[in-house]
């Protein structure tokens, strides 16, 4: 596996994504070869533990989902390459559920390390749950963290993509709780001028937009 470099803070949004090769239950793999897709990067306490195998099987589950939002998945945990095979092959026997994404093997912790995911003078991994959201470029767009007792929402996961993705796509930002199709906002202004000469409207710097883009891809 290359060594992409220690970290002693977590990675910063708008940062590039530290690139490393490694083992995974799919193959080799390096994390600049998916350049031109989104990829969801996160990592996991350990294999076998409760609270994993719930976010296992329902991001399994919701492959086709990511999919279609041209975002890949690809999970990383400290254990090793055989550890996940029989965790992998657990989930299929027990819940009918094929994990459909690759599991990095960091032993090392380094791949962790690299992203802030664990302290550079951390001696195990144990609240090791992150998810990195990295655009096609290869650039962290957000990120999100949970102790090692919380389970990530899928639901979530797959929203926060197309907001990032919707706000790519046009001039404007979504408000709390956005999913396609909802109204979007507005930019707020960013000089005097533009403030001024707003249109008027019951809030001048709180003003929706009916999104057809959104509707259109429902």
Known sequence: MDDPGLSSRPLRIGEVAPDFQARTTMGELRLSDYRGRWV?????PGDFTPVCTSEFV???????????????LVAISVDSLYAHLGW???????????VGFPIVED????????????AADAID???????????????????ICYPATVG????????VVAALQRVD???????????PGDD???????????????????????QTRADSDGKASR
């Open 58 to 72: 329902a991001l399994s589950r919701a492959v086709d989902r990511f999919d279609a939002l041209n975002c890949a």
């Open 40 to 44: 969801l990067l996160f990592s996991h």
């Open 88 to 98: 992998i092959r657990a989930i299929r026997d027990h819940f009918g559920v094929t």
């Open 107 to 118: 032993p090392s912790m380094v791949i962790g390390r690299a992203y802030g995911m664990i």
């Open 125 to 143: 991994a144990a609240t090791l749950r992150a998810t990195f959201f990295i655009d096609p470029d290869g650039v962290v767009r957000a990120r």
């Open 169 to 179: 796509r046009d001039n404007v930002v979504t408000p709390e709780g956005w999913r």
């Open 184 to 206: 979007v906002l507005l930019p707020p202004c960013q000089d005097q001028a533009s403030a001024l000469n707003a249109a008027e409207g019951p809030c001048w710097f709180h």
């Open 152 to 159: 990530r929402s899928v639901e979530e996961l797959l929203r």
